[in-house]
């Protein structure tokens, strides 16, 4: 089955409410001027929580051709937990998506497998696709053991999952030495990695589950080699962090397809 492309945009701690009417509206107009198929990739913005609502209300007053989601969840389902946001909340915003695992949480927040597994499953029980990020660091990879690596945090995300459900899953490899460096990995590291995991996920639960999950690639992501990365076979879109919050860069990432591969 075809795998529809996700350009998904994730503006970590950058924007307020204001400043995100600002840039969704100019990124619909430009990929409306552009002529952007909606059939031929899906773009999502993953803007702060004190956004949400905002992005919410534009997208769906103004129809616009853009999903958005949220950056992080909490494993919880309510009660005292000082801070967190649970899915049932983002469920309520109509969020589609929510990164959970991002390097930038496990760095500085302590977040571990098991944890990711946890919010994954709170995700998904709220309706909401989790967007799961795994990766190295540069230790690992100049160690040569990204792949055997990358694959132990997946199997620790996905434990307890059933098929249905992580082939509803995206899962995004974001080597942590690519992330806001400009250090982009070739094409072929993040097919190595990408077609890894899509293995790892046949071995789990069949290749029919394989063949349906999303993959993406994440790692200083720019209009210049989008193309090169979108055109390796098992990788299925892009989580884009700087190149997100500057419309012209992240539109044309978003049409990647109109872009030439060099
Ligand atoms: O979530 C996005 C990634 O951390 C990549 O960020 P970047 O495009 O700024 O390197």
């Known amino acids: 089955m075809a795998r529809k492309p996700l350009l998904a945009g994730n503006w970590k701690m950058n924007l307020n409410h204001v400043e995100a009417v600002g840039l969704v509206q100019k990124l619909a107009w430009t990929l409306e001027d552009k002529k952007h198929d909606p059939d031929k990739s899906e773009v999502v913005v993953l803007p702060p929580f004190t956004d949400l609502r905002t992005v919410q209300?534009?997208?769906?007053?103004?129809?616009?051709?853009?999903?958005?989601g949220a950056q992080d969840v909490?494993?919880?389902?309510?009660?005292?937990y000082t801070g967190d946001i649970s899915a049932a909340m983002l469920a309520k915003?109509?969020?589609?998506?929510?990164?959970?695992?991002?390097?930038?949480?496990?760095?500085?927040?302590?977040?571990?497998?098991?944890?990711v597994n946890r919010k994954a499953k709170a995700a998904l029980g709220a309706g909401i696709t989790p967007i799961i990020c795994i990766g190295e660091g540069l230790e690992i990879r100049q160690a040569g053991e990204h792949v055997p690596y990358t694959l132990t945090q997946l199997d620790g995300a996905l434990d307890g999952l059933s098929a249905e459900q992580v082939a509803g899953l995206v899962i995004a490899y974001e080597p942590v030495w690519a992330i806001g460096t400009g250090e982009v990995a070739t094409p072929q590291d993040a097919q190595e990695v990408c077609a890894a995991i899509r293995s790892r996920i046949g071995e789990l639960h069949g290749p029919e589950v394989a063949d349906q999950v999303r993959v993406l690639y994440g790692g200083s992501v720019k209009a210049n080699n989008v193309a090169a990365i979108m055109a390796q076979p098992d990788v299925d879109g892009c989580l884009v962090g700087g190149a997100s919050l500057v419309v012209e860069e992240f539109a044309a990432i978003s049409r990647f397809y109109a872009l030439p591969v060099i």
């Open 93 to 115: 915003l109509n969020c589609s998506y929510v990164t959970v695992g991002h390097s930038e949480r496990r760095q500085f927040h302590g977040e571990d497998d098991a944890l």
């Open 57 to 68: 209300t534009l997208v769906e007053g103004d129809k616009l051709k853009l999903g958005f």
């Open 74 to 80: 909490s494993e919880h389902a309510g009660g005292a």
